[in-house]
């Protein structure tokens, strides 16, 4: 019979249990140490947490069923609580899922032909406030750890396995949040997405998404190019995207977008910039020269996202004309320009309509 030695449970800062999806493998290893296990025995708990999925303890069969009870004495799955799901017409699904305090975040799964791409959030809530941007509404309320973001990722494989659909085929840190505000935790979950040992995806099938954190782009290029980045520009000068992103007055337009030069360079690809038609405002033709004069020449592609409306925000969705007539410009001064489709819309599950309301 193994004993095992007495050890503390696993604590966060907050003094919270903290559960195993919350372990890096190393921290894991360490915690085993502790317990008396051999390091394969981490190995093996990663891999049933984030390449089988599991649910329950006790479906991890090649572990002794003592070292099973005391990993349910000490710790937890972490499984994330589900509070509302929806499926929109056109497939989207959104799940609201409720943490320890009852706050809520939610995840996103998009389908695109035989693509699946899971929207995830970083954070409760958002710091930046981003005026056509329901989260913002919420304020910042916290940072989602590791493994709540793994956990978001693990949902929806399991959910698209069990509707019989693709296999889940990219993320984009594009849900709630400001993903380089919680850098370490969202870096630490990336890891784990990629690695042989966990969900072993392609880092190029990863996208961090940043509404303009200059600092954290520059990070970024210097410790981990390997994921894609998608820079939020949504105004073509910077007296516009000052009204629009306050974090422009802190990084304006160009100083934003030499960050996205030096990452494409170390990162050997292209910044995608994300950039929202708002009425009146954003979708122009005098924009639509300002944005060729700032992207031109640059190894960048230019993702057109039309607002997607949202009763509680003062900004106009653009009319289709209005759409061509910006297009028509950009495209014809050859940058390279994709227009996302609207996906969701009615399960508010759109870009920047994210929110800790029930829809
Ligand atoms: S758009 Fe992104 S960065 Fe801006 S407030 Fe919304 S969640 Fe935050």
């Not at 699946?116 to 304020?139: E, H, L, P, W």
Request: aromatic share 6%; net charge neutral; hydrophobic share 40%.
């Amino acid at each position: 019979m193994v004993l095992f030695p007495v050890v503390e449970p696993l604590l966060d800062a907050r003094g919270r249990l903290r559960t195993l999806s919350e372990l890096s493998l190393e921290e894991m290893q360490s915690w085993f140490a502790e317990l008396g296990q051999p390091r394969f025995r981490a190995g093996q708990v990663h891999e049933w947490l984030w390449r089988h999925l599991a649910t329950g303890l006790d479906e991890m069969t090649n572990l002794p069923k003592d070292l099973r009870q005391a990993l349910a004495e000490h710790s937890s799955i972490g499984l994330l609580e589900v509070d509302q799901e929806q499926i929109a017409l056109d497939g989207t699904a959104k799940w609201a899922f409720r943490d320890a305090e009852g706050r809520r975040f939610e995840t996103v799964m998009i389908p695109d032909e035989d693509r699946r791409t899971a929207c995830i959030s970083s954070q409760v809530g958002c710091a930046m406030g981003c005026s056509f941007c329901r989260t913002a509404t919420m304020g910042f309320l916290r940072n989602l750890t590791p493994g709540e973001i793994l956990q978001q990722v693990a949902h929806v494989k399991r959910w698209l396995a069990a509707t019989g659909q693709p296999p889940l085929s990219n993320i984009v840190f594009m849900g709630m949040g400001e993903p380089l505000n919680n850098l370490p935790g969202v870096l630490q979950a990336c890891q784990t997405l990629t690695s042989p040992k966990g969900m072993g995806m392609a880092s190029r099938r990863i996208t961090l998404s940043t509404s303009g954190l200059v600092e954290r782009i520059d990070e970024l290029a210097r410790s981990a190019p390997q994921y894609k980045l998608a820079i939020s520009l949504n105004s073509s000068n910077d007296t516009m995207r000052n009204d629009v992103m306050p974090v422009n007055r802190r990084h304006p337009i160009a100083e934003l977008l030499a960050a996205g030069d030096a990452w494409s360079q170390a990162a050997d690809w292209p910044v995608t910039y994300e950039y929202v038609l708002i009425g009146d405002v954003t979708c122009t033709e005098q924009s639509a020269w300002e944005v060729v004069e700032l992207l031109r020449g640059r190894h960048c592609k230019l993702n057109l996202i039309p607002l997607n409306p949202a009763s509680d925000i003062p900004l106009r969705s653009p009319e289709e004309s209005e759409i061509h007539a910006f297009e028509r410009i950009v495209h014809g001064a050859g940058l390279l320009v994709f227009r996302r489709k609207p996906k969701g819309r009615d399960i508010l599950a759109a870009c920047g309509q994210l929110a800790r309301k029930k829809a």
